[in-house]
């Protein structure tokens, strides 16, 4: 009788140890399981869309760059820019200093070789792989020797995130830029902005004809690109 009562007793722990999970605890474990995942999937999510927004920054600042060089090659290799040659010239700005000039209120295809506008208000489309920039160039007064070549004038490049325009032509204010904390910098000029209307890249400079002495002498002295 003892033997058959231990042999009962064992049979029924043996079973006890291989029940399987109640329900509640499956939902108990489905639950942390879920926790865990959200967890891990914030952080992923917000690793990749900066990742996403630091190359379109990059984008950007390249484009700006590429402006300026543009410009600044157009005066260096003999290019005969006049105070007169409209088409040569980026619009000029409205403000009395380049960084208190509006957003542009509009975008526009540039055809051919013409990638600035002669409306400061208007910005040049311009696409680099899956991105669209909205490229600003604005100018301001440009010095002239005695015979009316262009020696040499302060430039603003600002390039914009195509969507900041539509933005602002559905009726967003159109103020000048303004100081924001800096997210990203790939230049000691270059500021980089955070609200949606802001540019992502700024690069400003003076441009400069450099195998005149009269354009050297003026920057020695602090008279080119006054703005």
């Keep these: 009788m003892t033997m058959t009562i231990l042999r009962v007793s064992r049979l029924q722990a043996l079973h006890s140890s291989q029940k399987g999970l109640t329900l509640f605890e499956c939902l108990v474990a489905i639950l942390v399981v879920n926790l865990a995942i ?37 005066l260096e290799q003999g290019v005969n820019v006049r105070g007169d040659s409209s088409g040569l ?36 489309l311009q ?16 010095a002239t020797n005695s015979a009316n070549q262009v020696l040499s004038y302060p430039v603003q490049v600002r390039v914009y995130e195509r969507q900041a325009i539509k933005s602002i032509e559905s009726g967003a204010p159109t ?18 902005a955070p609200n949606k209307e802001n540019p992502l890249a ?10 005149s002495n009269e354009a050297l002498n003026s920057l020695q002295t602090g008279n080119a690109c006054p703005n």
Excluded: Y
């Design 127 to 142: 696409r680099v792989g899956i991105h669209e920039f909205a490229v600003q160039i604005i100018r301001g007064p440009v």
């Design 89 to 124: 010239l980026p619009a000029q700005a409205t403000a009395a200093n380049l960084s208190l000039e509006p957003h542009p209120t509009s975008v526009v295809e540039c055809p051919g070789e013409q990638w600035f506008t002669s409306d400061p208000q208007k910005a040049c």
């Design 202 to 211: 700024v690069l400003s400079t003076c441009i400069l004809r450099a195998d």
């Design 38 to 74: 959200a967890m891990l999937t914030m952080p992923l999510a917000i690793v990749a869309a900066t990742r996403l927004r630091n190359d379109r920054i990059n984008k950007a600042s390249e484009v700006a760059r590429q402006s300026l060089d543009r410009l600044r090659a157009m």
């Design 175 to 192: 103020g000048p830029i303004e100081a924001q904390p800096v997210l990203f910098t790939a230049a000691s000029d270059q500021i980089q």
